[in-house]
Structures are given as structure tokens and as C-alpha cells.
Antibody
């Protein structure tokens, strides 16, 4: 069955960088794109963008350009989110989700368990 | 960006109650509307996609309806495991946007 397994929690200082991994299994990785979603503590869900797992081409939502980078290693069916120049406001749970097209619409049918990134001095 | 507004923000209900949550889009999104359930400390779980299609494995007490700008999620008979926060999401045009969530609590 389909699984997305993310890397563990991270505690980083302001200005540092972090790289979150999302390892897929149970399906052909390059057939489904990966979305990234952020959830700040006690807040709602915010779509950060997506990466085409076939071409590696990323698309970033407004507010997630510059310091945020999506990448892939298709040899190990893994997507990555790197955040540089961390700020306290980046403290959140970051989710990867598989993009599924059904009934003529896109949706996120499987999600990773989430990776908590805490930014604090 | 398309704004998604859910109502109510929270509700209290009893086991066995019929519960309806609404989601309104700031412009027409056809049927590009999904519903998710999230429990504390867990990832969101897809319930309904394309406004009315039940995701595999989701109990039939969950149903979705609507098109254009107005959508509803209905739980026909609330069960103890349904106490959670529910989010709508539009995928009509990027950026994908979510509603602010509806927390369903035990009465």
C-alpha cells in the first residue's frame, strides 16, 4: 500500500537551514506529483507548492519563493523540502502529500505523517 | 487567490447527530472541492474529492455536495471517531487554498 514517510522533528536556530525528506513507497514515484503543505501551531493548512516528479520542475506558492526549495531523488523515491535562512515564523509542521487526479480534479490522497520544524534561539 | 470560507468555525454535537459543514468559495470553482478530516497530531485524511466522490475506505455516513461556490459536507450520524477538525480545499486554480477549518466537538 501507499506510504509517505517523512523525516523526524528538527530544532534549528534562526538563520540555519533544514532539509525535510519524504520517502514514497507502494507506487511508482514518478507517476504522481508531490505537494507540500505547512501548518503553523494551532493554525490551518497552507499550500506551499508542488514538484513534478517526472521532470523535477518545482512550482512555489506566493510567500514560499527564495528560501524554500523542492527537490527529488527519484532513485530512492524521495522528495525533499529545504528551507534556508530559518525564521521563528517558519516553526510549523510540514507535510508532503501525493497529488492524485480523479473525477477530473486534483487532490491529495496520501499524506506523510508530518515533520515538525522548530526555529528558536 | 480564491478564498475559502467555512462555517461554522466550531460546533458541538452528540453521537448520532446529523452534522452539516458548509464551505463557500470567493469565485466559482466548479466541483474542484475536496474535504479532509484532521485529528490532533495527525496528518489530514482525504474524505471527499471532486465535491461529492467518497474516497476509498471512508464510511458512507460522510457525503459531499455542491458546485460553483457553495458546498456542504454532511455526516449523517456522528460517531465518536468523527470528532475532529474538517477542512475544505479548492484545486480549481493555483494556489490551492484551504478553508480555515471546522472543529467538531463532543456536546
Amino acid at each position: 500500500q501507499v506510504h509517505l514517510v517523512q523525516s523526524g522533528s528538527e530544532l534549528q536556530k534562526p538563520g540555519a537551514s533544514v532539509k525535510v525528506s519524504c520517502k514514497a513507497s507502494g507506487y511508482t514515484f514518478t507517476r504522481f506529483d508531490i505537494n507540500w503543505v505547512r501548518q503553523a501551531p494551532g493554525q490551518g493548512l497552507e499550500w506551499m507548492g508542488w514538484i513534478n516528479t517526472n521532470t523535477g520542475n518545482p512550482t512555489y506558492a506566493q510567500g514560499f519563493t527564495g528560501r524554500f526549495v523542492f527537490s527529488l531523488d527519484t532513485s530512492v523515491s524521495t522528495a525533499y523540502l529545504q528551507i534556508s535562512g530559518l525564521k521563528p515564523d517558519d516553526t510549523a509542521v510540514y507535510y508532503c502529500a501525493r497529488n492524485f487526479i480523479a473525477a477530473g480534479t486534483g487532490t491529495d490522497d496520501f499524506w506523510g505523517q508530518g515533520s515538525l520544524v522548530t526555529v528558536s534561539s | 487567490d480564491i478564498q475559502m470560507t467555512q462555517s461554522p468555525s466550531s460546533l458541538s454535537a452528540s453521537v448520532g447527530d446529523r452534522v452539516t459543514i458548509t464551505c463557500r468559495a470567493s469565485q466559482s470553482i466548479g466541483v474542484h472541492l475536496n474535504w479532509f478530516q484532521q485529528k490532533p497530531g495527525k496528518a489530514p485524511k482525504l474524505l471527499i474529492y471532486g465535491a461529492s466522490n467518497l474516497q476509498s475506505g471512508v464510511p458512507s455516513r460522510f457525503s459531499g455536495s455542491g458546485s460553483g461556490t457553495d458546498f456542504t459536507l454532511t455526516i449523517s450520524s456522528l460517531q465518536p471517531e468523527d470528532f475532529a477538525t474538517y477542512f475544505c480545499q479548492q484545486t480549481s486554480s493555483p494556489p490551492r487554498t484551504f478553508g480555515q477549518g471546522t472543529k467538531v466537538e463532543i456536546k
